[in-house]
């Protein structure tokens, strides 16, 4: 079995020099795979996607506004039309001396009257309309700047971010190459071939391995006590190296 050594010679200091190798290749995972996220752009997603659909509501809001408008000049030459005509009713009525005629025009007049009355009231109506649209108009152009500006602060972070993870990432790169430079050949050999299999060190505390957490029995205890203090242990459970 593993855990009786396998007579390779190591020395507590490379031993410590293995589990800060181990933190270090660990971190240096979490931070490749928090890279890769962040330069996925992935997060950005929702921002963009707001944006798509205020932009969308935008644009159906001006369409709204711009009808309003146009049906309010609609409305505007009507009431010129009818304002002409009572206009000229009047100069009729001012020229007539037929009682009959001047009945007539008369009549029209009220009609056209009431029918530039009815106008105004549109007209007045539909001007309070294209204010109200039109300030939602401008609330929406609103709420669309504020998401922009929270995409460009968010895509500058991711900037900077990424940068400072690059940043990171060479730091243990580097680290991790001396590392491995100044531990022992057929330790490192052992600690690579463990590692592809999860924890590849743990410290012994007490009766537990550090790797595993397993409680070892006494037997397995005495039998790693056997092992002399130069040599490299191994968990009777997980086979990771132990440190004593
Ligand atoms: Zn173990």
């Given at each position: 079995?593993?855990?009786?050594?396998?007579?390779v010679?190591?020395?507590?200091?490379?031993?410590e020099?293995?589990?800060?190798?181990?933190?270090?290749?660990?971190?240096?995972?979490?931070?490749?795979?928090?890279h890769?996220?962040?330069?996925?752009?992935a997060?950005?997603?929702?921002k963009?996607?707001?944006?798509?659909?205020v932009?969308?509501e935008?644009?159906?809001?001006?369409?709204k506004?711009?009808?309003?408008?146009?049906?309010?000049?609609?409305?505007?030459?009507d009431?010129?039309l009818?304002?002409k005509?009572?206009?000229?009713?009047?100069a009729?009525v001012?020229?007539?001396?037929?009682?009959?005629?001047?009945?007539?025009?008369q009549h029209?007049m009220?009609?056209?009257?009431k029918?530039?009355d009815?106008?105004?009231?549109?007209?007045l109506?539909?001007?309070?309309?294209?204010?109200?649209?039109?300030?939602?108009?401008?609330?929406?152009?609103e709420?669309?700047?504020?998401?922009?500006?929270?995409?460009d602060?968010a895509?500058a972070?991711?900037?900077?971010?990424?940068?400072?993870?690059?940043?990171?990432?060479?730091?243990?790169?580097?680290?991790?190459?001396?590392?491995r430079?100044?531990?022992?050949?057929?330790?490192?050999?052992?600690?690579?071939?463990?590692?592809?299999?999860?924890v590849?060190?743990?410290?012994?505390?007490k009766?537990?391995?550090?790797?595993?957490n397993?409680?070892?029995?006494?037997?397995?205890?005495?039998?790693?006590?056997?092992v002399?203090?130069?040599?490299l242990?191994?968990?009777?459970?997980?086979t990771a190296?132990?440190v004593?």
């Open positions: 079995m593993g855990f009786r050594g396998d007579a010679k190591v020395e507590s200091v490379q031993l020099a293995l589990i800060e190798l181990f933190d270090k290749q660990t971190e240096l995972k979490k931070i490749r795979s928090e890769e996220v962040l330069s996925s752009g997060h950005l997603i929702q963009q996607d707001d944006i798509l659909a932009a969308q935008v644009s159906a809001q001006r369409s506004v711009e009808d309003i408008e146009r049906e309010t000049k609609r409305v505007a030459g009431l010129e009818v304002e005509r009572i206009e000229k009713d009047l009729l001012n020229q007539s001396t037929n009682p009959k005629d001047i009945q007539g025009i029209e009220e009609t056209l009257t029918r530039k009815e106008l105004e009231t549109i007209e109506e539909m001007m309070e309309s294209i204010d109200d649209e039109t300030s939602k108009l401008e609330q929406l152009l709420h669309k700047r504020v998401l922009e500006n929270e995409l602060s895509k972070a991711s900037k900077s971010d990424l940068a400072s993870l690059e940043g990171a990432i060479l730091e243990l790169e580097d680290k991790i190459g001396k590392l430079a100044s531990a022992p050949e057929d330790v490192l050999a052992i600690f690579d071939q463990r590692a592809l299999r999860g590849p060190i743990g410290k012994l505390l009766s537990t391995c550090g790797a595993c397993m409680s070892l029995t006494s037997t397995a205890l005495n039998d790693l006590h056997k002399p203090g130069d040599e242990a191994r968990c009777p459970e997980c190296i132990l004593r």
